[in-house]
């Protein structure tokens, strides 16, 4: 069975960490470098301890680009770094790229060079997805907000929402800031860039992409949780659906889409913990649905759904490597 070669750009953080244990235990990829410059020469396991025993791979500073072995290029730099990359190196055409950052996923920024890239949701934009050669891939909250949106966007029934939602502390990523600090997080709870979140642009593109001209406004408030890891994200829209309807909807919207499960029952964010899944919860009372989802901010949220992008863009089976064990418990 042949092999896609595969490279990750900026492999030392948590997105590119994942990416490379997804990638380990793909039959059909075959790394062919981690980059990183700040831990250049040294063993994936030192950084990566749970890979002792599983890859001799080292980091590498500067990748060969030109290598003919890569065919893919996954990204994993910090807002702003990755069109920077890009412009400095010469990327061959035929390598297909897949961008964690923020750089290309709304349309005024989504060209560089002769590439254009398409954003990576393939609950909304499979078929593009398919037949792209350059992805930017969601962020975490954008990608919770959006699953819990998307079926009353299409119907043209959503109007002004209001959302909350709950993020571990791999969200903010690996450097350590005041707010990431276990003595900071623990047993604590706090808001952050309230109403005023990056991630609100490209979900309102989503919608509009969806919905057209009667674009709706999403108001959200993030919070930082005291765990590690997850999303849980509830939406408040009015509507004249009732819930049987809603439930309807939803599930027509999500079928054939192997990683989402719609429910009418209650949800917990740590049964999706250490998957590619998103479940949504749907609830309904005088003329409102809350909608609630919960996701691995660095799975599905990010690197899980970097490796569902790829496995379109290959005609992989798109749950291909992606077979996951819930931390249940």
Request: aromatic share 8%; charged share 20%; proline share 4%.
């Amino acid at each position: 069975m042949q092999k896609i070669g595969a490279g990750v750009i900026a492999g030392a953080g948590y997105t590119g960490g994942e990416l490379v244990r997804l990638l380990l235990n793909h039959d059909r990829v075959e790394i062919v470098f981690v980059q990183s410059r700040s831990q250049a020469g040294k063993p994936l396991h030192s950084v990566h301890t749970d890979l002792l025993g599983t890859t001799s791979l080292t980091f590498t500073a500067e990748p060969n680009l030109q290598d003919p072995k890569l065919n893919v290029l996954f990204m994993a730099l910090p807002y702003g770094e990755a069109k920077t990359f890009l412009e400095k190196n010469k990327i061959p055409a035929k390598v297909r790229i897949i961008d964690l950052s923020h750089d290309f996923r709304l349309n005024s920024n989504s060209t560089v060079g002769a590439r254009k890239f398409v954003y990576g949701l393939p609950e909304l934009r499979r078929e593009e997805i398919r037949a792209s050669d350059s992805i930017a891939n969601p962020g975490c909250f954008a990608t919770a907000i959006q699953l819990a949106l998307l079926p009353l966007a299409k119907s043209k029934k959503l109007g002004e929402v209001s959302v909350t939602g709950v993020t571990g502390s791999t969200g903010a990523g690996q450097k350590l800031t005041e707010t990431s600090q276990f003595s900071y997080r623990l047993n604590n709870i706090s808001s952050y860039k309230t109403l005023n979140h990056q991630h609100v642009a490209e979900i309102e593109q989503s919608l509009q992409f969806l919905q057209g001209d009667a674009q709706p406004k999403v108001f959200f408030v993030p919070w930082r949780g005291d765990f590690t890891r997850g999303i849980f994200v509830s939406a408040l829209v009015s509507s004249d659906l009732s819930k049987e309807k809603a439930l309807d909807l939803y599930r027509a919207y999500y079928e054939g889409h192997p990683f989402i499960s719609v429910t009418g029952e209650a949800i917990s964010m740590k049964s999706v913990v250490n998957t590619n899944r998103a479940q949504i919860e749907i609830n309904q009372a005088d003329g409102k649905l809350a909608i609630n989802v919960a996701i691995d901010n660095l799975l599905k949220g990010a690197s899980g759904q970097a490796v569902q992008n790829m496995n379109l863009m290959y005609a992989f089976p798109e749950d291909m490597g992606l077979k996951l064990k819930g931390v249940v418990f």
